[in-house]
């Protein structure tokens, strides 16, 4: 009697239904395990476009409302720097005061310029990965 392996007839044709279909042999050695698949997240997107967005809020409150805090704490807290005159009528509480406007026209361009290179291409990821079930839905 020989212990070689059984000659391989047909093994994809299980003899009984409940037969697996590649079944190990004695003299198989089983597979190793898969490695663990990071499941994959379909919100990650999101996520990403909700920060993004929250920084970019964050960033352009603080420019533009920050600057104004200063300038009413200055008044408050120091009103013999607010009041020393630069030239003629002009003092440093209305030249802080005038430039208030050109910075909050910086803040709300830096916005835009942020929203443009950083939010925009997230949010347009998310959109076309909503597409297909949007349509869907449509129907």
Known sequence: MSHYPPPRSYPE???YPQQP???LHYWQE???PAPPRQPSDPHRNVRALSSAYRRLRRVAT???LGYFVLFLLLSAYAPDLMTSKITGGLNIALLLGLIQLPVSLI???AYERSARRRVDPLADAVRLQAAPTTQGARR
């Open 21 to 23: 279909r590649n079944p």
């Open 107 to 109: 803040a709300v361009a």
């Open 30 to 32: 089983p597979a190793p």
């Open 13 to 15: 044709f299980p003899e």
């Open 62 to 64: 603080l420019t533009a």
